[in-house]
């Protein structure tokens, strides 16, 4: 009955404290939820209480979701589950300087038929590995779709800072697609 | 064509990584206990730890002062039985209607022979029990106990006569058995003494605080009655006196001091019949031989900047400017001198984050602060103050940030004062090396 629910009828129902409803929204998003915490997170015990934290607080606060089509309960959850990242990558923040002085790439962007060849899994494993700060700004501009404004704003830094830390990302991220493609081939 | 993070983002938006086995059991569990949590929740819980940290400090605040050391009853010396004194043998004589007050109007300085203090201690216990003794028999109606009270004041007057032909000077100074014997050399006190700082970010704090922080915490001291770095000629004139060396040079130096100070009379000797009236007749006595010293809660205020090094740590630094005020009384003649010493210390600590959220910081730190003293005034006259001294810090505290910038924090604190040849002058933290605190403000977080 429940796995027939549209999403409204489902954040109605959790809204009540329905624990059959609110199950069925767990077994809806959290798989989808983990990957986005999986991608703001170090490892996967973290990650996995982050994605359970992210959706008791949208249960808590599901009386404020107003339905806007479809795909627009996840896209609130995904929200949370964002903010809920950003809060603990800003309490665990370690104040750095970057030691990194070459700025220029020169490595070669992987063509869309090499990228074809990674899966997800290896993707997420090496966006984990990235610092906390370059992770997170990879993640919110290239695949959350924030503005250098937002992410200034939200992780409290500069723009010119939001950019340089994301070009760093990149470059780290690339050089592992082109290790691991290099590793294939052989 | 689509660039690589493109391809990334299409990757990983619609990918559905595998739940860990349990994981909707364990959400469930949490979900509940989360639903529990918030039901009890309210905003109170948060003000709970800055209760307990103000309750504390106003604990200690409020603390009256306890026991005098090794034990010894204090005993207070009201004016009006001082008047009642003419000479020696009528202090004992009003013993017999008031035998504690009357054997605390006796100054006390003078140490005393093993087996003379053991007499006069014999005589003291007997006392007590004539006392008891005494309370008993005025519900009985009978008279007994007064004659113990006699034979046992006879007994102190005899250990005091005793001293004062040995040392053939005025009885006056014998030694009171209700009053420790505080010549002894002195002993290192590790008793940890309680006080409250304001380390605030605006004046305002301090200011409210600064009058509340400056009750008095009347510590009697048990050793040293002259306080050190006012001058080594008036304390070996002092030593003298109290050795019964009372030389007109170590006389001239004491009366050098302060004009007001008429200094010792010695040879006035109440055994010879010589009258001695409280106000004049009685040898006065030199500085510092009356009361033991009080010394007042010191107060304190500063700047806190606290400075993040990493993920937890924060090295709290800033200025501490500290206050420390001693009164020392003269007896009989009823005056007051106060010595004024100003430090200003530059704490530099470690701390380490324990719990944070928002709002809320929970920490606890350690880490050292040296001082130096700005300015030693005693009455109202310069004096040497102390060089560059260290004392070591244990923090812990709870801090409300109210803006990112902004806390307002409540930080119980544990310092200990280093020994050191740079801290001349007798102030509460020389006495308390081991001090206990409980500071509030504001930090400026960076």
């Known amino acids: 009955m429940y796995r027939d629910l549209d999403e409204q009828e489902l954040a109605r129902l959790c809204s009540q404290r329905d624990r059959l409803a609110e199950d069925e929204l767990y077994r809806r998003y959290a798989a989808r939820v983990l990957t986005l915490c999986r991608r703001y997170s170090r490892d996967g015990d973290e990650a996995k209480d982050l994605m359970q934290d992210a959706l008791i607080r949208a249960l808590d606060k599901i009386q404020t979701y107003k339905y806007a089509g479809k795909g627009s309960l996840y896209g609130w959850i995904r929200r949370i589950a964002i903010n809920k990242a950003i809060d603990q990558i800003k309490r665990q923040r370690w104040r750095t300087v970057s030691l990194d002085l070459s700025s220029q790439d020169n490595i070669p962007e992987p063509t869309e038929q090499e990228m074809e060849e990674i899966p997800q899994e290896k993707l997420l494993e090496w966006i984990a590995q990235l610092p906390d700060m370059r992770r997170t700004v990879f993640n919110m501009y290239c695949i959350d779709g924030y503005s250098h404004k937002e992410i200034a704003t939200m992780l409290e830094i500069s723009e010119k800072g939001s950019a340089s830390v994301l070009t760093k990302a990149k470059k780290q991220l690339k050089e592992r697609i082109k290790q691991y493609l290099k590793e294939m081939e052989r | 064509m689509k660039n690589w993070e493109d391809i990334v983002k299409d990757k990983l938006e619609g990918y559905e990584s595998p739940l860990p086995e349990g994981s909707l059991a364990e959400f469930r569990a949490r979900r509940d206990a989360a639903g529990s949590a918030a039901a009890k929740r309210s905003p109170l819980l948060w003000i709970v730890p800055t209760a307990v940290a103000a309750g504390l400090a106003a604990i200690l605040f409020l603390r009256q002062p306890g026991e005098p050391e090794n034990g010894a009853p204090t005993i207070q010396q009201p004016t009006t039985t001082v008047a009642v004194v003419t000479n020696s043998v009528e202090v004992v004589e009003t013993a017999s209607a008031q035998p504690l007050i009357a054997q605390a109007v006796v100054p006390k300085a003078i140490r005393q022979p093993a087996d003379q203090q053991q007499e006069a201690d014999a005589a003291i216990e007997a006392i007590e029990e004539t006392e008891a003794a005494t309370e008993s028999s005025e519900e009985i109606g009978t008279a007994q106990a007064t004659e113990g009270v006699d034979s046992a004041e006879q007994t102190v007057q005899t250990a005091q006569t005793t001293q004062t032909e040995q040392s053939g000077r005025t009885t006056i100074s014998t030694t009171s058995p209700f009053i420790p014997d505080v010549t002894t050399s002195r002993h290192v006190n590790m008793k940890v003494g309680p006080a409250v700082g304001v380390v605030a970010g605006g004046g305002l704090v301090a200011a409210v605080a600064g009058p509340v922080l400056t009750h008095i915490n009347d510590i009697r001291l048990s050793n040293a009655l002259v306080p050190q ?197 007798e102030t509460y933290r020389t006495v308390y090396p081991v001090m206990f605190s409980v500071s509030t403000g504001l930090r400026f977080n960076l």
């Not at chain 2, 009356?290 to 740590?313: D, K, M, W």
């Open chain 2, 229 to 425: 770095g006012v001058g080594d000629v008036r304390q070996a004139a002092h030593a003298d006196y109290i050795n019964g060396d009372v030389s007109n040079n170590a006389q001239s130096a004491l009366n050098s001091e302060d004009d007001t100070n008429p200094g010792l009379t010695p040879g006035t000797d109440p055994k010879q019949g010589t009258e001695i009236s409280p106000t004049a007749d009685l040898p006065e006595y030199p500085l510092y031989s009356g009361a033991p010293p009080s010394h007042y809660f010191p107060f304190r205020t500063g700047l806190s900047l606290g400075i993040p090094v990493a993920e937890r740590l924060k090295l709290t630094t800033g200025f501490d400017y500290s206050l420390y005020r001693s009164s020392y009384y003269t007896f009989p003649k009823a005056a007051k001198y106060t010595q004024r010493v100003q430090y200003l210390g530059i704490p530099l600590r470690l701390d380490w984050t324990l719990a944070s959220n928002r709002w809320l910081d929970v920490y606890i730190g350690g880490g050292f602060e040296p001082d130096v003293c700005l300015s030693a005034t005693y009455a109202d006259k310069r004096i040497d103050g102390d060089k560059l001294s260290f004392s070591l810090l244990a923090a812990g505290g709870v801090q409300f940030n109210i803006t990112k910038w902004l806390g307002l924090y409540v930080e119980p604190e544990l310092s200990w004062t280093a020994p050191s040849k740079n801290r001349k002058l």
